[in-house]
């Protein structure tokens, strides 16, 4: 059984209010550009390219620099595709909340778990690290809280934080969804954002203030957890509500050309808005040292989303057979490619050039990155079907 056909099972059993949209197209080319530049990072990471001067090696060095944003990108696929069920034109009942969660940790925990326990395992042959380190470091991703700590953080696969991250907002989905509900899109992505943002901008005047001191550390892990990162998902919940609002159930990936234009003129008005409260709490609140970075580069990642999913040809070219079986696998390959990178770079140091080793490792890393991840899809979907034979058997044997 594959991961597809485990997940149209769980689809099978829910009731009809419950079932999930079909797929955009979109959303599969944004999955498969926010993985490839999270994989370029990576790689540049481990291959530090030098810029050359030119057009072309600036642009590159551009590019390679801020790969890091595609997890941006990621966070607001995730708010949007949470949401749309709820908050878009279906507008269907929520999931109880044990539900939610099952279906969620069903989603990514097999996947992670084998992932996890393979690259503990290969750092425990290496014995580079103390094995009570690499075993607390297991434990703490293993139960999703090494985003807490400075020790954990990256620990075994530096990527694995945003796994925390991510189980962050699941469990704080439910609640979000619920202000969403109560007190429209608009208002609730502005409340959280300027909530958000605001503590943000406290917590960095009091490290500043307090050098050395624990608000410090605090300051620099906020970072990676919620509340500082769920401005990201806020907003792929609001355009999840803006989508194609008033229309029956989706039918089409593409909206009509009468729906591009309300949905425009509503979402430029949503980020004028945001840039005002934050502006506007930055004069009234001088001691607030507002983070501007990582809200321009949210917006401008929100802007490239947007007009990329306004665009029909996405929405053709997210129908292909290689965009589509990539971004099936995008999930596993976020799992695996970052520990395969960095044992390739370290094998070929000194062998190569920088430029040839890059090459190499965009090729042939990339391959390996999605042959390896085809084949995690394939244990996890066996593991889960394994999972879900095992209440069968036991039912039919009490029968």
């Given at each position: 059984m594959s991961l597809e056909e485990f997940e149209e099972s769980m689809n099978q059993r829910a009731t009809p209010q419950q079932l999930p949209l079909h797929r955009l197209p979109q959303l599969e080319v944004l999955r498969v550009?926010?993985?490839?530049?999270?994989?370029?990072?990576?790689?540049?990471?481990?291959?530090?390219?030098?810029?050359?001067?030119?057009?072309?090696?600036?642009?590159?060095?551009?590019?390679?620099?801020?790969?890091?944003?595609?997890?941006?990108?990621?966070?607001?696929?995730?708010?949007?595709?949470?949401?749309?069920?709820?908050?878009?034109?279906?507008?269907?009942?929520?999931?109880?909340?044990?539900?939610?969660?099952?279906?969620?940790?069903?989603?990514?925990?097999?996947?992670?778990?084998?992932?996890?326990?393979?690259?503990?395992?290969?750092?425990?042959?290496?014995?580079?690290?103390?094995?009570?380190?690499?075993?607390?470091?297991?434990?703490?991703?293993?139960?999703?809280?090494?985003?807490?700590?400075?020790?954990?953080?990256?620990?075994?696969?530096?990527?694995?934080?945003?796994?925390?991250?991510?189980?962050?907002?699941?469990?704080?989905?439910?609640?979000?969804?619920?202000?969403?509900?109560?007190?429209?899109?608009?208002?609730?992505?502005?409340?959280?954002?300027?909530?958000c943002w605001i503590g943000w901008g406290l917590l960095t005047r009091l490290a500043v203030l307090r050098p050395g001191s624990p608000w410090e550390m605090v300051h620099y892990m906020w970072y990676f957890n919620l509340p500082a990162r769920l401005p990201e998902f806020a907003l792929g919940m609001w355009l999840a509500a803006a989508w194609n609002p008033g229309a029956p159930p989706i039918s089409t990936p593409v909206p009509a050309l009468p729906r591009r234009v309300p949905l425009a003129l509503s979402f430029a008005a949503f980020v004028l808005g945001m840039f005002l409260c934050v502006i506007v709490a930055g004069k009234l609140f001088p001691l607030i040292a507002i983070p501007l970075l990582p809200i321009y580069q949210l917006a401008w990642c929100f802007v490239g989303m947007v007009a990329l999913c306004m665009w029909p040809p996405v929405a053709r070219l997210g129908s292909s057979r290689i965009v589509t079986g990539v971004a099936a696998v995008s999930y596993s390959i976020y799992l695996v490619h970052q520990p395969l990178l960095g044992g390739a770079a370290r094998w070929l140091e000194g062998k190569v050039s920088l430029p040839t080793a890059f090459g190499l490792l965009l090729v042939v890393g990339g391959a390996a990155s999605c042959g390896l991840a085809w084949a995690l899809d394939w244990l996890a979907a066996r593991v889960l079907s394994a999972a879900e034979e095992r209440p069968r058997e036991r039912t039919a044997k009490r029968q």
């Open positions: 550009l926010a993985m490839t530049w999270i994989f370029l990072f990576h790689l540049w990471s481990v291959v530090p390219l030098a810029p050359n001067g030119g057009t072309f090696g600036l642009v590159l060095m551009g590019v390679l620099h801020s790969g890091h944003l595609g997890v941006v990108v990621f966070n607001i696929i995730t708010g949007f595709v949470l949401a749309l069920p709820h908050l878009g034109p279906a507008r269907r009942p929520a999931l109880t909340y044990g539900d939610f969660l099952r279906r969620r940790f069903l989603r990514i925990c097999p996947h992670y778990y084998l992932a996890l326990l393979l690259w503990t395992t290969m750092m425990l042959l290496k014995a580079h690290e103390p094995t009570s380190a690499v075993v607390l470091s297991f434990v703490a991703h293993a139960f999703f809280v090494h985003t807490m700590h400075p020790t954990t953080l990256f620990g075994i696969v530096p990527a694995y934080w945003w796994l925390g991250l991510l189980v962050q907002f699941y469990l704080l989905f439910p609640l979000v969804l619920h202000l969403f509900q109560r007190l429209g899109p608009k208002r609730s992505g502005l409340v959280l954002c300027g909530i």
